[in-house]
């Protein structure tokens, strides 16, 4: 049970951002509870053994880590380290019959070869190169502000200084920059692949919820890039954890948060707990409250109307392979291949295939989605003796699979998805990717996949949506709405401190941070 029963600030939920608020906090002097529901801390951002018998531990959720900003991990003195890949992708394609494919790593030149031989010319690279010489311009200038108070729309764009980005990224759909600038439908595709992740949405998607996915999808670190944790995602969750507790935070586990109450000035939260050696209820008192879980949840502890969810749409699934698969593009090595991004499917026109599949209702023929393989940039994830015989994990992320999709028969729509979508691998592979599978203790096959209901049910994701809900622009709404920080809600003592805040969403602390800030009034 909790040890004292009034505190500075109580947070509802031991996720990554929940335990950056508490750090903060904490290290401000502040007396600080989380509460958290599960047995241990994390969130989505955890790292555990999902096959039995087998040392392997995976970021069986979040994977990738490219919003966290140095600034959180040096002023936190967080024990945490990413890697960088050095591959960004690889896509495999058949053109005139012979298996061939796009890799975009290894050097300048490297790349510019790899461009020509697919496309015939250099003016695809070109076009590339200037298209994310803009993104990477907007990424230096938008990044830092993510830390700051909210800039409103104006203030944004005189710091990105460059009309024609602007326009591009946050007033036309994404898919006009695209088509205007690219002309080969891989190079298209492998672009708007990052409009798509977790976003279920048509390249010209009047909403822009693409243009916004897009953007959150280049801006990271200032440089766009997406790094491999060491020793996985839970290693900076249990680095949070630490330092949380190091400052003074009291983190309590299998306590759920059941109803919060406030006049604005002071707040108490009831909770109840089943630790495993028995049950029982209480309520804590607080000056604030940080809830770091979806609006839907915050709207259910308040009592207040919740906001529809946002449809999660995409396929997780993690694998243990005994060996990496033999390619049928033999130019290209497997470990390089599944180094950076392996694209699977996501041409331009099989992605706008697949959407509309999937937006009639039913599963896309032929699945996109993308691999990579974290033990080839950091192999600490796994046992030594795994290690030493060439054991290699597989991340596999797939796109426009909405919720809808799963609600008659979550389960077999899974089994049917995952064996269409590991056809669609295979078909890029010399050999079949169940040849290569480890097994577990029990002989099963080392594979599992989770749909968006599975991290409804999991992670309490409504409607198994990553972002928590739909992508905002990072800038304040002309009608204050957002507030200071984005993390304000309707009751002046309690803020939003999860993915849903503005400019939440992915693995970045950015909403810990800045409710932290909003309740020191900075």
Same mark, same amino acid.
């Not at 694998?319 to 331009?348: C, K, N």
């Not at 503005?502 to 309740?519: C, F, K, L, Q, T």
């Given at each position: ?288 409250? &940080?809830?770091? =879980?979806?609006? %839907? /949840?915050? +709207?259910?502890?308040?009592? $207040? @109307?919740? !906001? ?42 099989? &992605?706008?295939? =697949?959407?509309? %599949? /999937?937006? +009639?209702?039913?599963?896309? $023929? @032929?699945? !996109? ?49 995952? /064996? ?5 691998? $295979? @078909? ?95």
């Amino acid at each position: 049970m909790p040890a004292q029963q009034v505190y500075d600030t109580v947070i509802v939920g031991g996720g990554h951002n929940g335990l950056v608020a508490a750090a903060y906090l904490a290290r401000a002097g502040q007396s600080v509870l989380v509460l958290e529901r599960l047995d241990h801390t994390g969130g989505a951002a955890v790292s555990t053994r999902p096959f039995e018998g087998v040392d392997a531990r995976l970021s069986r959720y979040s994977y990738l880590v490219s919003l966290l900003p140095d600034k959180i991990v040096d002023e936190l003195g967080l024990r945490f380290a990413v890697r960088k890949r050095n591959v960004s992708s690889y896509t495999p394609v058949v053109r005139d019959g012979r298996p061939t494919g796009l890799l975009v790593g290894g050097g300048e030149e490297r790349t510019r070869a790899a461009f020509r031989r697919l496309t015939g010319s250099d003016a695809e690279y070109t076009a590339w190169r200037e298209f994310y010489g803009m993104t990477r311009r907007v990424a230096e200038r938008v990044f830092p502000t993510l830390t700051e108070p909210l800039p409103t729309a104006a203030a944004l764009r005189e710091r990105i200084g460059d009309e024609a980005a602007w326009r591009a990224l946050f007033e036309e759909p994404i898919g006009v920059a695209v088509e205007e600038r690219f002309t080969d439908d891989l190079v298209r595709g492998v672009v708007l692949t990052d409009a798509l992740i977790g976003t279920f949405a048509d390249a010209h998607d009047p909403s822009l919820a693409q243009n916004r996915c897009f953007l959150y999808h280049v801006i990271g670190g200032g440089t766009g890039d997406w790094d491999v944790p060491v020793g996985g995602m839970g290693a900076f969750t249990d680095a949070l954890a630490d330092a949380a507790r190091a400052a003074g935070a009291e983190i309590v586990t299998g306590h759920e948060a059941t109803a919060l109450r406030t006049d604005g000035h002071a707040a108490e939260v009831d909770f109840r707990t089943d630790t495993g050696t028995g049950t029982g209820e209480g309520t804590v008192a607080a000056r604030h409250v &940080l809830v770091n =879980a979806s609006p %839907q /949840a915050l +709207a259910v502890l308040t009592g $207040d @109307a919740a !906001p529809p969810p946002a449809e999660g749409a995409q396929l997780k699934v993690n694998m243990l392979l005994t060996r990496l698969p033999r390619l049928r593009d033999t130019s290209v090595d497997p470990r390089e291949a599944f180094a950076g991004t392996f694209h699977i499917g996501e041409g331009y026109g099989e &992605l706008a295939a =697949a959407y509309a %599949q /999937a937006a +009639a209702g039913r599963l896309p $023929d @032929a699945p !996109p989605s993308e691999i990579y393989c974290h033990s080839l940039t950091d192999p600490s994830i796994l046992g030594p003796d795994l290690v030493a015989r060439g054991y290699q994990t597989l991340t596999l992320f797939g796109l426009h699979t909405p919720a809808r999709l799963f609600a008659d028969d979550n389960d077999k729509t899974r089994e049917e998805l995952l /064996a269409a979508t590991l056809a669609q691998l $295979d @078909a890029q592979l010399a050999e079949p990717i169940a040849d290569c599978l480890a097994t577990d203790a029990q002989g099963r096959p080392c594979i599992e996949a989770k749909t968006p209901l599975d991290l409804e049910r999991d992670l309490r994701l409504p409607g198994g949506n990553i972002f928590h809900r739909a992508l905002a622009f990072p800038y304040a709404e002309a009608d204050g709405a957002t507030g200071r920080w984005g993390v304000e809600t309707a009751h002046a003592n309690v803020l939003l401190c999860g993915a849903g805040a503005v400019r939440g969403g992915g693995v970045s602390g950015i909403p810990g941070h800045n409710a932290a800030m909003a309740v020191l009034g900075r």
